[in-house]
Every structure is written in structure tokens, then in C-alpha cells.
């Protein structure tokens, strides 16, 4: 499978039989990045409230929508496009700065045999039975931007638990993301190490089974738009 990085927590992955899913889009004019003109099967939104996770009505071609929040109030357990998708419910931070907080899914797919685990917008710790929600996953795309989503140790905390063998930042502040309400990269790094870290240099990486390493590492992709 392929895993592409748009910006903020917007991905793309695609499937060997060329299935395709968009995660999370954002607003181009709030968020900084440039629109998302690829076309994909299906788009999974972690809300349906918030510009910067669930704007799948701009991605072109009308792909079938998932709202995960929808999927964990409905029993957790759904597909699109014949991919398994599963969601539990989050929250924002409770002392948000800029409004109250927001309910939003966390959730998790599975393509060509890769559990990719997304972790929404949520803004607190997670709690036993968020944490066993994200366990067996092989990829964990990772709220590395620090307040308003969980803090970094929060989410060091998580990837200690779950020990997934990749670990791949989103949501921090980089120079294409208007709002300045969050980290760069740098502390996340400094938590992760230097060791355990690959900067991929590319916005895309394909991914497979037999190349997953043996322990926690984390891929640092360029965003694409």
C-alpha cells in the first residue's frame, strides 16, 4: 500500500488493486495548504463540524463519506469500499483557547494487510479504552503539534503502549499551515530521538508487511501540498 501526506492530518492511501481513501481534508484558504486534487474512492472525516478534518465536499469526484464520529456512535464497525474501517469516539481539548471543545472519531483502517491507525483531533489523554482501541495497529499517524490537540508526552505515553512499528507526524506547524497554534516538529523530535527517526524527504511511501521494522520508528514525510 501507499501512504500519502497532504498537510495537517489529510492523507491519501492507496491499495495495490488501486483502491483508494482520503483521510481528514482540510480547508485550503483556512489551513494554509493547497487543495487536494486527487481522486479517491472513499474520504473518512474525523468530524463533521471542523474545516480543518472534514471538508470531503471539496475532494473532486463525490467520493462515499465515512464520518467517524457517525461510525463509533453507530457500534464502531464499518466499511468503505470494501476496506475495514474502525472508529471510537474523542474529544478536543477540554481547555481549548478557542471555543468548546468538539466531539470527534479516532480511527483505524486496514489495506493490503497494514492496520493504519488515525488519531482524529483529539485533545486529551487517551483514556485504557481509546489506547486498546489503537493496539496491533502497524502505522500510527501521530498528532505531533502538541495543544489543542494531546500534549507530547500525552502522546508519547500512547506510543509507548501501543508500540507500533511506525510512527508518522502530523497536525504541527510548518510554513504552509496559517494558524500559528501549534509546535513545529522539533520537540516531538526530540522525544522520538534522533536514533529512532527517518526524514523520507518525499510527500509518499509505500509500505509493506515484510519491510516494517522490528520496533518503534518514526518516518517524517514532506507534505505535498
Not at 97 to 126: K, T
Not at 150 to 179: A, C, G, N, W
Amino acid at each position: 500500500m501507499k501512504l500519502k501526506w497532504y498537510g495537517h492530518a489529510a492523507f491519501r492511501v492507496t491499495a495495490a488493486d488501486g483502491r483508494s481513501l482520503i483521510m481528514d481534508p482540510y480547508t485550503p484558504e483556512t489551513s494554509g495548504y493547497r487543495p487536494i486534487e486527487d481522486i479517491a474512492d472513499g474520504c473518512i472525516i474525523s468530524s463533521d463540524n471542523d474545516s480543518f478534518h472534514c471538508r470531503a465536499d471539496l475532494l473532486p469526484g463525490a467520493p462515499q463519506t465515512i464520518n467517524a464520529l457517525t461510525l463509533a456512535r453507530e457500534g464502531g464497525l464499518g466499511e468503505l469500499v470494501g476496506i475495514p474501517v474502525r472508529a471510537i469516539e474523542a474529544m478536543e481539548a477540554e481547555d481549548h483557547d478557542e471555543h468548546d471543545p468538539d466531539q470527534n472519531g479516532m480511527y483505524r483502517i486496514e489495506v493490503d494487510g497494514i492496520h493504519i491507525g488515525h488519531m482524529g483531533d483529539v485533545g486529551n489523554p487517551l483514556n485504557s479504552a481509546q489506547c486498546e482501541f489503537f493496539k496491533g495497529i502497524d502505522v500510527l499517524l501521530a498528532l505531533a503539534g502538541g495543544h489543542p490537540t494531546l500534549e507530547l508526552d500525552e502522546l508519547m505515553d500512547v506510543i509507548q503502549t501501543v508500540q507500533p512499528p511506525l510512527v508518522i507526524p502530523m497536525h504541527f506547524r510548518t510554513l504552509s499551515y496559517k494558524p500559528r497554534n501549534t509546535y513545529w516538529l522539533e520537540p516531538f523530535l526530540a522525544l522520538m530521538g534522533e536514533a529512532a527517526t527517518d526524514f523520507v524527504c518525499d510527500s509518499e511511501v509505500e509500505i509493506r508487511r515484510e519491510n516494517l521494522p522490528p520496533s518503534t520508528r518514526m518516518w517524517v514525510l514532506n507534505h505535498a501540498n
